[in-house]
């Protein structure tokens, strides 16, 4: 498919413009659809945020939002998404828990590529249970930007995750398919999402399954949650910002220390390993500088509050020759 963002159009940098292409995207989505249903995956990342917020705007409860909590988002990230687009929005939304789906099938699985195809296969076939559901749906709105159109041939880069099936192939509804991501995000401030959708960090599909590395097990998955939230909180107060940071946990154990009625004793625990990057395309990748007074902050936050590890770690590997992910 070869679509071309239109070479008069304006970059969307002020708000004024923003508001613009909101009215002009209202009318154009009303156009299209009329008074049918649209389904969309909302996965609370900034593209579908606004795709959802756009549609709501112009058609309201004819868009039917599902959100696949695949268990591997990240710490309150569903909890958002029911707040902003349930409750304040007054979406249709439909919230489905498959926690328990994906940590079943990935049990025991530890080689990544293996991992990213059971989730995106999994998180297929849960859309597709409920798309069924449904009744009535005509058109499936994308996230689709414009960066998407240009790597890959116009379909939403999920990597890993495919097409619906064939009875799903519903018309297509991409409201910010020509725009780049810094467009996106203006776009989603004037909707009046909230800074922390808005801006956002890139999160992989996969989500925290590339980052308990091996085969994941629900008590290692739950540590890295909450030693990633710690990450997230105390390295996103740096300015600036890095592109990226998170947190990983290998699939090893290592000696730790704890006393007992004053008695020292030795036992295993996990070590979680802080990860920052900036990049431009992702393609490579450096180490921003960390004052080790953060690293301390993030340390004995993590050993005082997380339950079974031990360690902490600073990845200062660059890209090449690491991946930003670990796996
Ligand atoms: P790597 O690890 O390859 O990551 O240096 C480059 C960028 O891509 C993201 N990433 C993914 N995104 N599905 C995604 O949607 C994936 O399987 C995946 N793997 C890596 C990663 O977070 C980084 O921004």
Not at 161 to 167: F, M, N, R, S, T
Not at 290 to 297: A, N, Y
């Amino acid at each position: 498919m070869s679509e071309k963002r239109p070479e008069t159009m304006q970059r969307i940098t002020t708000p004024e413009l923003a508001e613009a292409f909101i009215a002009e995207q209202v009318e154009a989505i009303k156009a299209q659809v009329g008074d049918k249903k649209v389904l969309l995956a909302l996965s609370g990342g900034v593209d579908s945020s606004v795709v959802a917020a756009l549609l709501i705007k112009a058609i309201g409860r004819q868009l039917v939002c599902v959100h696949v909590n695949h268990g591997l988002l990240r710490k309150g990230e569903p909890e958002q998404v029911i707040e902003v687009f349930g409750k304040q929005l007054n979406a249709n939304l439909v919230y489905v828990d498959a926690t328990d789906r994906f940590l079943d099938k990935l049990a025991g699985v530890s080689d990544p590529e293996t991992k990213r195809k059971i989730i995106g296969k999994e998180f297929i076939d849960v859309f597709a249970e409920e798309a069924k559901k449904q009744e009535g749906i005509k058109f499936l709105a994308q996230g689709t930007i414009y960066p998407d159109i240009l790597e890959s041939d116009g379909v939403k880069a999920h990597h890993n995750v495919g097409g619906l099936p064939e009875e799903l192939d519903f018309e297509l509804v991409e409201p910010v398919k020509f725009l780049y991501k810094d467009e996106v995000r203006v776009v989603g401030k004037q909707l009046g999402l909230p800074d922390q959708m808005v801006f956002r960090q890139p999160f992989p599909g996969p989500g925290l399954g590339v980052r308990c590395v091996g085969a994941i097990t629900r008590d290692r998955l739950e540590a890295l949650r909450a030693a990633d939230a710690i990450v997230r909180e105390e390295i996103g107060k740096l300015t600036p910002v890095p592109w990226q940071y998170f947190c990983a946990i290998p699939d090893f154990v290592s000696t730790g220390i704890r006393y007992v009625n004053g008695k020292g004793e030795r036992y295993m625990g996990w070590a979680v390993v802080i990860r920052a990057v900036n990049t431009v395309d992702a393609v490579t990748a450096t180490v921003p500088e960390i004052p080790f007074s953060v690293l301390c902050t993030i340390r004995n936050r993590i050993i005082e509050t997380v339950p079974g590890v031990n360690r902490v770690l600073w990845d200062i590997s660059e890209k090449p020759v690491s991946t930003i992910e670990w796996e």
